[in-house]
Structures are given as C-alpha cells and as structure tokens.
C-alpha cells in the first residue's frame, strides 16, 4: 500500500525558510509524478500545486513561488523535498504532497491525476 507521510511544517517570520519532506513507502515503480499542493486558511485546496516534480527530475511552478519554491527528490530514499525561501503571509496554508506512479509524461501540477495524498503539514508565516 502506498504510503505519503510528510514533515516539515511550522511558524516562520515573513522572508524565513522551510523545507517539507515527503516520504513515501510502498511502491517500486520508477516513473511518477509528484506534486506539491496547498490549503489556505478558511479555503479550499487548491486545484493546481505550487509544484511538481517527475522521475526525470523535471519540474514545474506556479508563478507565485517561481525563483523561490524549489522541488526536489532522492530516488533512492523515496524521499521528496518542496524548498522554500523567501517565504510570504500569503504562503500560509496546509501543504500536501501527492503522487501518481506509472506517469509517463511531464510532472502534473493539476490535482486530477494525483491519487495518493500525504496527511499535510501546517505552515504558518508571520509578517
């Protein structure tokens, strides 16, 4: 069964960082995409992530995190990191990871094809 249990989160001031990790356990497929996705306060998840990232090491981000959000992944550990700089009020939300294995094309940052979800992580930027 696959498993997404992320980590991560926490309260930072306006301009501090943080990095999320995303493991996963139960697969041994090699390709997939992987997606990075956010709830804010009071709203609804969003449809399209922040960003994505395939087998390839290919990845993909929303304008708003653009030149500070970056994706990555450790094959080997089945381990996936959303690096985040510069961060903003407006980035307060809970933030998931999600993964579609047997993807043969570029990461997806829309929500459609992604079936398993990690539990989220809470992360909370103060001005």
């Known amino acids: 069964q696959v498993q997404l249990v992320e980590s991560g989160g926490g309260s930072v001031q306006a301009g501090g960082s943080l990095r999320l990790s995303c493991v996963v356990s139960?697969?041994?497929?090699?390709?997939?995409?992987m997606g990075w996705f956010r709830q804010a306060p009071g709203k609804e998840r969003e449809d399209v992530g922040v960003?994505?990232?395939?087998?390839?090491?290919?990845?993909n981000y929303a304008d708003s995190v653009k030149g500070r959000f970056t994706a990555s992944n450790d094959n080997a550990r089945k381990t996936f990191y959303l690096q985040m700089n510069s961060l903003k009020p407006e980035d307060t939300a809970m933030y998931y990871c999600?993964?579609?294995?047997?993807?043969?094309?570029?990461?997806?940052?829309?929500?459609?094809?992604?079936?398993?979800w990690g539990q989220g992580t809470q992360v909370t930027v103060s001005s």
């Open positions: 999600a993964l579609v294995l047997n993807w043969d094309s570029l990461c997806s940052r829309s929500g459609d094809p992604y079936i398993y």
């Open positions: 139960g697969y041994t497929t090699s390709t997939y995409s």
């Open positions: 960003a994505c990232i395939d087998n390839y090491g290919s990845t």
